[in-house]
């Protein structure tokens, strides 16, 4: 059982070069989030899937997410600017969170120069 | 999003002494709220929970208070150890099964 795996744990893209984050789960989870966190700022929700083969939110400007399956729940950046610079936190839960809250994978941390 | 904050951002104690961490929240409808510990390079971890119905939840060496009154909450970590410097993150979920994070505390712990 290794909970959630991110993948890669750090990355530099060039501004305007695109890339995607993985994101896997082996914990049979419904719900899967994305977080960025920023120094000062706490975790911020990018965006969430409640089930596989759902989008729940529009997607914020920037971003692409697809959640073909339960497990896997990938994040691209579509064209990289400095401002999406910051650790990226994919977390997922059984019924949003509601009992024992999220388990977090470890991050990436991206830099984009 | 929610205003969740924190009132110091660093906390030192000596190791053996008891930790509280605070975290208001402004969302008087949130009623659902728990505590996370990071560690350098790792995601939050997961310590402890608490409803709007509760006032107070114990688990092993921490407790968590709830003050619904004046919209605060802390976490008590009993006889720290040097193994709970972390960054604590309070988090509260109110309507839409959202959960809205601290911008956390650094607690070191002076052996």
């Known amino acids: 059982n290794a909970g959630v795996t991110q993948t890669p744990k750090f990355h530099i893209l060039k501004t305007g070069q695109s890339m995607t984050l993985q994101c896997a789960q082996d914990m049979n989870h419904g719900y899967m989030s994305w977080y960025r966190q920023d120094p000062g700022m706490g975790l911020r929700l990018i965006y969430y899937s409640a089930a596989a083969g759902t989008t729940d939110k529009e997607v914020p400007n920037g971003y692409n997410v697809s959640r073909l399956n339960t497990e896997d729940f990938p994040l691209r950046l579509v064209s990289a600017a400095p401002s999406q610079t910051s650790v990226y936190l994919c977390?997922?839960?059984?019924?949003?969170?509601?009992?024992?809250?999220?388990?977090f994978g470890s991050g990436t941390r991206l830099t984009v120069v | 999003g929610e205003n969740v904050g924190l009132h110091l951002p660093t906390l030192s104690v000596q190791e053996g002494d008891n930790s509280i961490i605070n975290c208001a929240y402004s969302n008087s409808a949130s009623d659902y709220f728990i505590w996370y510990k990071q560690e350098s390079g790792k995601g939050p971890q997961f310590i402890i929970d608490i409803r709007s119905n509760m006032d107070k939840r114990q688990g092993q060496r921490v407790t968590v208070l709830l003050n619904k009154t004046v919209k605060h909450l802390s976490l008590q970590i009993a006889a720290t150890q040097p193994g709970d410097s972390a960054v604590y993150f309070c988090a509260e979920m109110s309507t839409g099964n959202q959960f809205y994070f601290g911008t956390g505390t650094s607690l070191t712990v002076i052996p």
């Open positions: 977390a997922s839960s059984y019924r949003g969170g509601v009992d024992y809250g999220y388990t």
